[in-house]
């Protein structure tokens, strides 16, 4: 009987335990506006407080995209998933020849505060960067470790 209850309160307090860890992040007003200016049919909307920035993960007109925002609401840094076939064809170039047994699993364009833009290509434990004329910039190499 011992092990029963044991297990029951053990059973009901994981949703206590979980929701403690995804508390609301208080996002400010000028942020929020500008965030809502921009991608007004934003959804599955989830905030992060990153170095004293705001990071918005969202679907906009089914799109996974990626919005980083200063306290201020100025736009530091979008990021926006895209077809592989939509990468530049040099990138796409490069990729086959140097990579033939990789897919790649995901690719995103990506807007800096500036205006610059690149291409990000994600394949199996490799990250690379492409230019907008498909020159590469950076390959990260992704090692697994252990999660926080």
Do not use: H
Request: glycine share 2%; no cysteine.
């Amino acid at each position: 009987m011992k092990l029963v209850l044991t297990f029951l309160v053990i059973l009901f307090s994981i949703p206590l335990i979980t929701a403690q860890q995804n508390e609301p992040v208080a996002v400010p007003d000028a942020v929020m506006d500008r965030f809502t200016l921009l991608y007004p049919d934003a959804r599955n909307i989830e905030w992060q407080v990153i170095k004293d920035n705001y990071k918005a993960d969202f679907k906009n007109d089914k799109v996974t995209t990626m919005a980083l925002i200063a306290w201020d609401g100025a736009v530091l840094k979008t990021e926006t998933e895209i077809k592989t076939t939509a990468l530049p064809e040099t990138a796409i170039d490069y990729l086959v020849q140097n990579y033939p047994a990789k897919k790649i699993e995901q690719a995103s364009i990506i807007e800096d505060k500036d205006g610059i833009i690149t291409f990000e290509a994600v394949l199996d434990k490799v990250d690379l960067t492409f230019d907008w004329t498909g020159q590469v910039l950076a390959t990260n190499e992704v090692v697994a470790g252990p999660r926080e």
